[in-house]
């Protein structure tokens, strides 16, 4: 059963366009959604994070977008850069009320690929 | 902050044999996560501490897998009679209980192959 999808395996993009990255959810408990990047050899790295407050949190050249009737959400990055390739993970929570988010529920990952 | 740290980074071991692995965690941090990631998966919950403590394990963590982190510093993961289906990406993560919105900071893993 899974919770987080992440439909899309891979995603090319030429470097300068926007790369967007789309996951799905199927628990209407979460209440806070993640962003991790992974290099090769590396742990995950937060990127950005919202919470189902809100509908769009922005940090730079990430920006990500929540749409809770349609159980979605989406990472956008403008402008996309070579070293913006990795793979990045969709991840959540339902630890509500909490202040600390740890205990998430990843998706399966999409590899994002930056052309120069 | 010399971030989370991991050790080993690579494991191969025989069916049967028991192995453990560290996690040192950035110091200030209370809460302590251990997740798995297998091939083309996300990394999966399988336990974790705040403190010493141990709040909760998945239902993924079987018996022969054991979690501890005495003194609330480091913590070990141990799983006896290894299985080819543990081979895996083992990760560890700390955060800040009680910080808003503070987000898990991850090592590089312990890559186990069981042979």
């Known amino acids: 059963d899974q919770q987080v999808k992440q439909n899309s395996p891979s995603l090319s993009v030429q470097e300068g366009r926007i790369s967007i990255l789309n996951c799905d959810y199927t628990?209407?408990?979460?209440?806070?959604f993640l962003w991790y990047k992974k290099y090769p050899a590396e742990g995950p790295t937060f990127l950005i994070s919202i919470s189902s407050i809100k509908d769009k949190n922005e940090d730079g050249r990430f920006t990500v977008f929540l749409n809770k009737s349609a159980k979605h959400l989406s990472l956008h990055i403008v402008p996309s850069q070579p070293g913006d390739s990795a793979v990045y993970f969709c991840a959540a929570s339902d630890e509500a009320g909490g202040t600390s988010y740890g205990k998430l529920t990843f998706g399966q990952g999409t590899i994002l690929t930056v052309h120069p | 902050d010399t971030g989370v740290s991991q050790n080993p980074r690579h494991k191969i071991t025989k069916r049967g044999q028991n192995v453990t692995f560290r996690c040192d965690p950035i110091s200030e941090h209370n809460r302590l996560y251990w997740y798995r990631q297998t091939l083309g998966q996300g990394p999966e919950f399988l336990t974790y501490f705040q403190n010493e403590a141990q709040l909760e394990k998945s239902r993924l963590l079987s018996d022969r897998f054991s979690a501890e982190r005495p003194k609330g510093s480091f913590s070990t993961l141990e799983i006896q009679r290894t299985e080819q289906g543990d081979s895996a990406m083992y990760l560890c993560a700390s955060s800040i209980q009680g910080v808003y919105n503070s987000p898990l900071h991850f090592g590089n893993g312990t890559r186990l192959t069981v042979t």
């Open positions: 628990n209407s408990m979460f209440d806070y």
